[in-house]
């Protein structure tokens, strides 16, 4: 066969192969979550390349002002209308630019950069060999109680990498509620849950409980994220799509043209179910909703508090935001299906959270039943499928988000010889010890169990109101008489504080730095601020309640 034969044969077997479009990235609009990855990727070379001296204030610096820019860049993308009249699908189709993505984005970097104060925070341990240390382990390698650590903290040396590591945790929350496709969702998912398993297992004291914690929450987390992964891959079997607008386009049965390599499978609705109940049952995991629930109580407890603060509230907001999502824009036409099926999972979570926290003696514990109650409360708001709904739930998490990350920062100043003093007992009579810092956990305690004049009655009365217009008024009723059972154990706190002796062993407060105090502080301003004055933030909420699709 000739050389010109071979030509032709090449040129027309390449001819029906349509060209690959160049990828566009519209860079402007996703500029929040770039910053972020980039002061990440800065992080990682400091600690490279940075002496051992200045890598504290070189990785404080980058990731304060990284923050601070990609909140700087959301909030001048929502003054430019993009979470309203120009709301769009930017990245290919991969990433929703819209009203609730940009929202929950700001509440995700504010919460991060008040959690960042206390990761930060170096002067509530007494100083170890001259040196001032803060909650993380000197060296995150070496073994508890091993020679190793010993000259570690002799050496003055600190786990520095927690900074990058928070703001990996961070990029993937950015684009978890803005994921507009299942492999984006799933990406999004593991890039914040794996620094999440490493910044569980560094606390300095009892490192041993805080490596338990983290096996066990990287063990049930690699659970959740299989479920996830086979959810999605029976929904793209499903729909032939992992595109969120194409498969509640199957699901409403509006495609004409079916993939052939999928023709048999497509429409049929017993992957849809399968699927769809998997990829739910992942995020709920991440929620914290009973039966999948069992992590929180360890976790919370083993983790350094600093990283349990932020833990406890940004993953709320980025997992609630990607449930959402999933639900409006995925499976409205499955609502039939997932309504009563969340009823059940809403009422035994508020329910169930609210009964066991009573039992708990370990304030961290109490507090972790106590997330597992609002996050019944908030998924009251995801049933009510109205844009009240929506808006309810947006202002819920950016209430319970602050005041989570205010009270784990008074939390750290308790303390006792060996190190924070978590049980009850010891924070008997705090009140006449330290009347300041006792009554600021008590505005925030008031706050949880939903008090007027505090941001938690304004979020529980907007997502109640909502899931009772969306005809969800029973469970309104479960949620009131969750949060009774509620008030129980956090006015018992209160009382426990204020009303009893101090006794003559106890712990002592520490005398935070500027970084806690300002965390606290922001804690207790938003916690006002939102339950007096409400108003301007329901708004904000109302006009960021409509998802792109």
């Not at 498969?247 to 049965?253: E, K, N, S, T």
Request: aromatic share 10%; hydrophobic share 55%.
């Amino acid at each position: 066969m000739s050389a010109v034969a071979v030509h032709s044969l090449w040129t027309t077997a390449a001819e029906p192969i349509a060209k690959i479009d160049t990828p566009t990235f519209e860079y402007g609009q996703l500029s929040p979550t770039l910053i972020v990855v980039g002061a990440a990727i800065v992080g990682v070379l400091v600690e490279a390349f940075v002496p051992r001296k200045s890598r504290y204030y070189a990785q404080m610096f980058v990731s304060v002002v990284a923050l601070v820019a990609a909140f700087a860049a959301v909030v001048a993308l929502a003054a430019d209308g993009y979470g309203t009249t120009k709301a769009r699908i930017a990245a290919m189709g991969a990433i929703a630019v819209d009203g609730p993505a940009l929202f929950l984005q700001g509440t995700i970097l504010l919460v991060a950069l008040v959690a960042l104060f206390t990761f930060a925070e170096r002067r509530l341990d007494p100083e170890a060999h001259g040196n001032r240390v803060d909650s993380f382990a000197a060296q995150a390698a070496s073994v508890p109680g091993s020679d190793s650590e010993q000259a570690a903290v002799k050496a003055g040396f600190t786990t520095t990498e927690v900074f990058p590591l928070l703001l990996f945790a961070v990029a993937g929350m950015l684009i978890f509620p803005s994921a507009n496709d299942l492999l984006t969702l799933f990406v999004a998912l593991e890039v914040f849950s794996l620094p999440l398993y490493l910044l569980c297992a560094l606390a300095r004291r009892k490192r041993l409980l805080s490596q338990e914690a983290a096996v066990k929450y990287f063990l049930l987390g690699a659970f959740a994220s299989a479920f996830t992964l086979f959810g999605i891959a029976l929904l793209y079997g499903y729909a032939g799509s992992m595109s969120y607008a194409t498969i509640a386009q199957v699901v409403d049965g509006q495609v004409q043209t079916v993939n052939p390599a999928l023709a048999d499978t497509m429409g049929n609705d017993a992957l849809l179910l399968i699927g769809a109940a998997m990829l739910v049952m992942g995020l709920l995991f991440k929620v914290g909703a009973v039966p999948f629930h069992m992590w929180t109580p360890d976790v919370y407890q083993g983790a350094p508090t600093p990283v349990t603060g932020f833990m406890a509230a940004a993953t709320k907001v980025a997992a609630f935001g990607a449930l959402l999502r999933v639900l409006y824009v995925i499976l409205p036409g499955l609502r039939w299906d997932w309504r009563p099926v969340m009823w059940g999972v809403a009422v035994v979570t508020m329910l169930g959270g609210a009964i066991v926290a009573i039992t708990q003696t370990d304030i961290k514990r109490l507090l972790a039943y106590s997330s597992i109650a609002h996050a019944g409360f908030i998924l009251a708001g995801v049933i009510a499928t109205t844009p009240d709904g929506i808006s309810s739930v947006l202002f819920y998490l950016a209430a319970y988000s602050f005041v989570t990350i205010g009270a784990f920062a008074v939390v750290t100043l308790v303390r006792d010889a060996g190190g924070e003093a978590t049980h009850l007992s010891k924070w008997a009579g705090l009140g006449r010890r330290s009347p300041l810092v006792a009554a600021v956990f008590a505005v925030f305690l008031l706050a949880f169990a939903g008090i007027p004049l505090t941001s938690g009655f304004a979020g529980k009365f907007a997502v109640f109101k909502a899931a009772a217009e969306g005809g969800a008024a029973p469970l309104v009723v479960v949620g009131v008489i969750s949060s009774a059972i509620a008030a129980f154990f956090y006015i018992r706190v209160i009382v426990l504080m204020f009303f009893s002796e101090p006794r003559p062993e106890g712990p002592t407060v520490a005398v935070p730095s500027l970084l806690t105090t300002t965390a606290i502080g922001v804690g207790v301003a938003v916690t006002l601020v939102l339950g007096v004055a409400p108003q301007y933030f329901l708004d904000l909420a109302n006009q960021a309640g409509v998802f792109v699709r």
